[in-house]
């Protein structure tokens, strides 16, 4: 049974002009070495996640996969099959719990991921994959026209799972989209990414009463990412 979010992993065509921009983001360098794929990676600490940015053979960026922590997985690393081709992995935690202890340099203790978006055209087959099979907790399914159609929210850790299944009309298939992070005081990390030359939009309210967002614009990879300050 998953008990966290061991890691949410960024596929880059170029690892180092990819840790240029997001460390501006994060607000400090990352942990970089060669994992046991071969793959160059860097890694930086959040308070209920490590974010890691992959060297791979794409174009651009994209949010490549999720990795759960598990009580009952190997030491090794492993894929779990599923029938809508995304990139699931199941991990014991112990390389990550590793990193927190002996990098500290590398750890963003003002930041959380929030939630992490993932759009799909089968909301039951991630019921089954997240829920049935990894054991992740479904806390909401709610349909929303007005925020895209059906959603589901997985929740494990302290972090969300934010799944949007597109009328058939708009179907893409299955893929990650999009990030958010959470922040205590949005107007003080919006002043500082701001001296840092990262562009932010302006601060409004968000969907959820009493939370403050804004829009990264700029040093995100391209890929949709959102701060939130949660209510009090």
Partial sequence: ????????????????????????????????????????VAWWGLTNTVMELAQSAVDTPRLQG?????????QSESPVANSMGIDIRIC????????RRLRPEAQCAALSVDHVVLRTDDARACIELFSG???????????????????????????????????????RGN???????????????????GGRGVAVSGIREGRKPGTLVASIKSHCLDIPTLLIQPST
């Fill in 66 to 74: 999720i990795v759960f922590h598990s009580l009952e997985a190997a």
């Fill in 92 to 99: 014991d935690g112990r390389p990550t719990a590793d990193f």
């Fill in 175 to 193: 893929f990650l989209w999009g990030l958010a992070y959470q922040c205590q005081d949005l107007a003080d990390l919006a002043g500082k990414l």
């Fill in 133 to 171: 099979e990894l054991g992740v907790r479904l806390a909401l399914d709610k349909t929303a026209p007005e925020w895209g159609g059906r959603m589901l929210f997985f929740r494990a850790g302290k972090l969300t799972l934010e799944v949007i299944e597109s009328d058939t009309e708009t179907s």
């Fill in 1 to 40: 049974m998953v008990r966290t979010f061991d890691r949410i992993v960024i596929a880059v065509p170029d690892l180092q002009a990819a840790v240029e921009q997001y460390q501006l983001l994060l607000g400090t360098a990352p942990f970089t070495y060669d994992n046991v794929r071969g793959e160059s």
